[in-house]
Every structure is written in C-alpha cells, then in structure tokens.
C-alpha cells in the first residue's frame, strides 16, 4: 500500500526550475523524511533529507545551492524546490520517511512510487 504521494515532476529546459511535493499520512509527522532519485541504468541516490522539526537538512555536493527541502506540518507535505536543472539531474524521483535523518536509503521505511524528472539540453 503506497503511503507516500509525489507529485510535480515533469519536463524542463536545462536551467529551469521544478517544485516536487511529497504528501505523507499524518503519524508520519514525526519521521524525518527524504528525497532520493534513479537514474536509468543508475543505483538510487540521495537527493535531500529533513528532520522532523526541520533544523537538519542534509545535501550531497550536487544539489548543493539548486535544491532545497522543506516541509508544511500543516498539510503532511514535504517539497522539493529544484532550481538550475541540468542534464544530469533527470531520474525518478521518489520520497520517503524513515526514523531518522539519513542519506542512505535503507533507513527509510516508507516510500512512494516516485515523481519523473526529464530535463531537456
């Protein structure tokens, strides 16, 4: 049973910009929760974390200053806001929630079945 929704991924010019949104059950408000991507033929990558209340939000050196998390407690939502995409940055993206901040995937529990990102040169 899917517990995670994403949605907003679609196609964008190199340079453009996408807000994906992560809607989550609400006893998930405590869980830390995560974006990660996969590319074809690519093993699956952690893209963004947030904590619970927010004050830890860990990215790899790729997303650093283009993507950032956040989330609205009061609509069981996480986002992502992707700026400056480029050819490197498409793949399925998918959210997930898990007990603690991590950037490996299994530490997360929870997933959805993902969002696709195509960027365009």
């Known amino acids: 049973q899917v517990q995670l929704v994403e949605s907003g991924g679609g196609l964008v010019q190199t340079g453009g910009s996408l807000r994906l949104a992560c809607v989550y059950p609400?006893?998930?408000?405590?869980?830390?929760t995560a974006w990660f991507r996969q590319a074809p033929g690519k093993d699956r990558e952690f893209v963004a974390a947030?904590?619970?209340?927010?004050?830890?939000?860990p990215y790899p050196d790729f997303v650093q200053g283009r993507f950032t998390i956040s989330r609205e407690y009061a609509e069981n939502t996480m986002y992502l806001q992707m700026n400056d995409l480029n050819p490197e940055d498409p793949g399925v993206y998918s959210c997930?929630?898990?007990?603690?901040?991590?950037?490996?995937?299994?530490?997360?529990?929870?997933w959805g079945q993902g969002t696709q990102v195509t960027v365009a040169s």
């Open positions: 997930a929630a898990g007990l603690t901040v991590a950037t490996l995937s299994p530490s997360y529990s929870r």
């Open positions: 609400g006893r998930f408000r405590t869980y830390a």
């Open positions: 947030i904590s619970w209340s927010g004050d830890r939000t």
